[in-house]
Each structure stands twice: as structure tokens, then as C-alpha cells.
């Protein structure tokens, strides 16, 4: 099992996102502080703006969602799945981009965290 935590600025928001949009199954939730949600062997931990793991760093620099690193949730048929969420409104960062190994697609979680679906290139 791997374990992943995110920042995210609302906790129920990232639960639901995380459920509905990419079939993650809620494991425990604590309310606004923090949730962990399961999907495929991928414990993913939701930490909120009151959750221990926001308070501020040493330096006084704050933890908080965004960035580039992400986790990748495979699907078996990206067309599908990038409709889909179009149509719940996700927010994409790109198009969908195929290379030698396959396709891939970043979207965000309701706090702007990144996730790449990628669909592995069927081989030959």
C-alpha cells in the first residue's frame, strides 16, 4: 500500500471530488480536519486547513495544495472518462496527450492538487 497525503482547503469538497469523479471509497473521515479515502491499493489522506499537517513550517512557510507532483489514477479509456468530467465541470490543466507509452490528462481536485489519468498504450 502507498500512502499519499493532500492539502486540500475543504475537506467534504476533496471527499466527494475524490468518490463521485474517481471512484475512491471513504475509509474514515474527521470532519473538516481530515479524511482518508482508498482506491487500488492507494491510501489517500485529505488534510485540511485545520488539520495538524497545516500548521506553519519552521520558517513560517504555510503547507498547501497545488503544484505539479501527482498521483496517477489509471483508466482503460481516457475519452470516456475526460466526457465525463467535463461534464461535472472538473477542471482540466490540459488536453489530453498521447505518447509512445500512452495517454495522459492532468485535472485538479476542488483545491487546485493535481491528478494525471493515464491510459497505458495497448500493446502490440
Not at 30 to 56: I, M, N
Not at 74 to 88: C, F, H, Y
Amino acid at each position: 500500500m502507498t500512502t499519499v497525503r493532500y492539502m486540500v482547503e475543504d475537506v467534504d469538497a476533496a471527499v466527494t471530488f475524490y468518490t463521485e469523479s474517481l471512484g475512491f471509497t471513504l475509509v474514515e473521515s474527521f470532519g473538516a480536519p481530515f479524511a482518508r479515502v482508498e482506491k487500488d491499493g492507494l491510501d489517500l489522506w485529505l488534510a485540511g486547513p485545520s488539520s495538524s499537517a497545516a500548521r506553519p513550517m519552521p520558517d513560517g512557510g504555510k503547507p498547501g495544495p497545488g503544484g505539479w507532483n501527482r498521483i496517477v489514477v489509471l483508466t482503460d479509456d481516457i475519452e470516456r472518462d475526460v466526457r465525463g468530467m467535463k461534464d461535472a465541470g472538473v477542471r482540466f490543466r490540459n488536453d489530453v496527450v498521447r505518447g509512445p507509452g500512452g495517454s495522459q490528462v492532468v485535472i485538479e481536485d476542488p483545491s487546485g492538487n493535481p491528478i494525471e489519468l493515464f491510459q497505458p498504450r495497448e500493446a502490440t
